[in-house]
């Protein structure tokens, strides 16, 4: 058996060399090179050793504004997860700018707002708007008509609504408004709408100054000649932002005063079922002599939780406005030894394989895989990892672009995978780095779009005679090529779409006839068990006992042959003097086998998506450590081009495993979404929201509830709200789409699908 060796020695002299990663969404390093260091590029670390992790006014549309009630800015980007259920913008809202201020022109007779009332209580609806085709809107919370408010042709005007006559419950809410009057042309909106507020009742006699992105934003607003770019907020108003605290997180701003008067600032906490916790506040003195108040406020009691930061201006006095200036999150900087440099990088993706069926997830011992124990014990395990999808093939189309099925558009299984999309195949050859890809699934096979830009590619038909170990093997013969000069060797990437556990499985026909049960006499064989399953339709029921029996022995004896493969890899790349230099990743696909008999495709669930992660990084670093971190096949991508020195192309997402096994624990607001079809689940934390496209999500509180049975939207209002604004603002975020393209087969591929139960 091949044994992973470690190097201290090398170990001692990397660390050595550490670097210090800054925290994740910054911009890789500008550099015309090819190769060069791909981690996130590095910002001043203060004196006290911390670094700026959020920039609060940066993400600003992303927050609840509230000046005596919410505020929603319409003709900005604070609209974004506010469509009621739907994603993305409806077709019929266009964002336009006039009289000072930005507008939505809404060509839709109905639109639908979502919001959330942080507490009980009555209220309002008020909005500023131009009527053009439309005289009037219906208002409506949550179906219930609040009133009809008569909007001015072609002038602007403010309308309200009555106050309830009760309370409205804390919590999720949709306002329609519908309007009303005949559609002149295509041309010509319904209406413009600069702003809608939920308004609560008080008893302020001053006039209503809303504060919309541009007017609560100061860009250089300076006191006693500091400048600072400021939020400029008129007591009583506050910024909401909700956020996942990371491990010993500090908020730090500038607080003053501009202008004659006073004011108090506050720093607020809410949590889901939990009061409001004041953590800081703090008066201050606007007029001549106004100078600014540092705040550093830790939240490392919060730490790994998701919460709302609310940044609160409790009341001011005269004319002036309270400023806070710069609001950050600040984290610990954490040293990182370089991974880059690494003279091989190999991916062996497993197909058909469940975590629960490996060490060191599985609950018992498993003596057949003696490698994937070795990897266990003395490589980086990595507990959270999930997949971007229930497809196959758009998962390993995530892994060779580190972009999502959006992106890619792989989110059903009739698409190929786009040349226009960039893959570290087109990446490391235009680095002079060769790159071979080695695969047994039909899936992705040159039909689907994996071939492209590829040095070499080969795939290997499951009705093509070769063993189940071929893609493997080859790999290893291929990856030493040329190890008699290791110096001068260039470095490889080799990624391997091996079986795993899926069959057809590497099993003769005596070693099957020794399996159990005994005497059985079913149809269940090696060869042809994968087109016997697809009949089945993925259902246990129409499987008999010894069926079920003979399929778990096939499997694990087929998965055991993938291990020994996998040991002969190592100790190939160990002889040739590389192993030492290498980076090996060893994950799966998609978690679809002997449960749920190999079926492709399935609905969201978090048993498909949860895949096994073992790394060894190259020197040995970061060894024998497990850790329970998020993690997405995107970072497969970024640490494999960042081990080689390459530079991620724009827009490719993920982040450096090797700065997450380090301890570097950033992450704010690390959404794991998977697509298949039109249907999406995306985690955070210890919650997932599933759903389909343009119809009511369902969190799921999965520690209490993994199958998400139950909505828990109503207990977790905020995590609710603010997963569902995450999700769209990172489908917002998509670039470069390119156009879907439909697979072509064959009869030779549909033959070759055949075998593998793709197709009946």
Known sequence: MARLRFYPGLLLRALLCSTLLTVAGCG??????????????????????????????????TCDV??????????????????????????????????????????????????????????????????RDASRVSVSLDGILLGTLKIGRKKIRVASTRTTAAPVDAGQHILQLRFRGNKSSNAEPFAEL???????????????????????????????????????????????????????GRLRASVGMRGDGDGTAAI??????????????????????????????SL?????????????????????????????????????????????AVVVILDGVERSDLPPWRNTETPHLPVLNELARNATVFDGHRAPSTLVAAVVASLVSGVSPSTHTLRDGRARLPEVV????????????????FTGVPTTFEPFGFAFRWDSFTQYPPNGGRLASAPIDDAAKWLCQGSDQPEQGRPRLAVIHARGGHPPWEVTPSDAAKLPPADYTGYLGPRRAAQLLAKVGGRHSRLSEAD??????????????????LGKLIQALQDAGRWESTLLIVTGDVASARQSLFVDGLDMDETLLELPLYVHFPLGLHARRRLSQPTEVYDLTRTVLSALGLKPPPGMVGRDLASLAAGVDHETHQLRVAFTDDRFSARWGGFALHGRLDERPKLCQLSVDPTCTYDHSAR????????????????????????YEPVKIDAEMEAMLKVWGAVE
């Not at 981690?39 to 959020?54: M, N």
């Not at 490392?300 to 609001?327: K, M, N, Q, Y």
């Not at 490391?428 to 890809?437: E, G, I, Y």
């Not at 029996?549 to 020994?564: C, H, N, P």
């Open 28 to 61: 890789g390093c500008d550099s015309d090179s090819a190769r060069h260091d791909a981690s996130p590029g590095r910002l001043a670390v203060a004196e006290d050793g911390y670094q700026k992790a959020v920039f609060f006014i940066d993400g600003l549309s």
């Open 66 to 131: 509230d000046h005596r009630g919410l505020l929603i800015d319409l003709g900005s980007e604070a609209l974004v997860g506010r469509y009621g259920h739907r994603l993305v913008a409806p077709q019929g809202i266009v964002q336009t700018e006039h009289d000072g201020g930005t507008w939505a022109q809404v060509y839709d007779r109905k639109l639908k707002l979502s919001f959330l009332l942080p507490a009980d209580g009555p209220l309002f609806v008020s909005l500023r708007a131009i009527g």
């Open 194 to 248: 600069d702003w809608v507020r939920i308004g609560i009742p008080d008893e302020l006699e001053r006039t209503y100054g809303a504060p919309t992105l541009k007017d609560l934003l100061a860009p250089a607003a300076q006191l006693a000649g500091v400048p600072h770019r400021a939020l400029a907020m008129r007591g009583p108003c506050s910024v909401r932002c909700s956020l996942r605290v990371p491990p010993h």
């Open 268 to 297: 607020i906490v809410h949590a889901d079922g939990e009061e409001p916790e004041v953590l800081e506040r703090t008066d201050v003195k606007g007029g001549a002599d106004a100078t600014w108040t540092d705040l550093d406020v």
């Open 300 to 344: 490392h009691r919060f730490a790994s939780r998701i919460v709302t930061l609310e940044l609160a201006a409790i009341e001011t006095t005269g004319t002036g406005r309270l400023l806070l200036g710069d609001p950050t999150l600040d984290v610990p900087a954490v040293p990182v030894a370089s991974t880059s440099g690494a003279r091989a």
């Open 422 to 437: 960039s893959t570290i195949a087109g990446i490391a050859r235009d680095a002079s780095v060769p790159a071979a890809m």
């Open 548 to 565: 079920r029996e003979r399929m778990r022995a096939l499997y694990f004896t087929g998965l055991s042959r993938q291990d020994a493969a």
């Open 716 to 739: 977790f209002p905020i995590i609710a709200q603010a997963l569902f604004r995450q999700l769209a603002a990172a489908e917002l975020r998509r670039r470069d789409v390119p156009v």
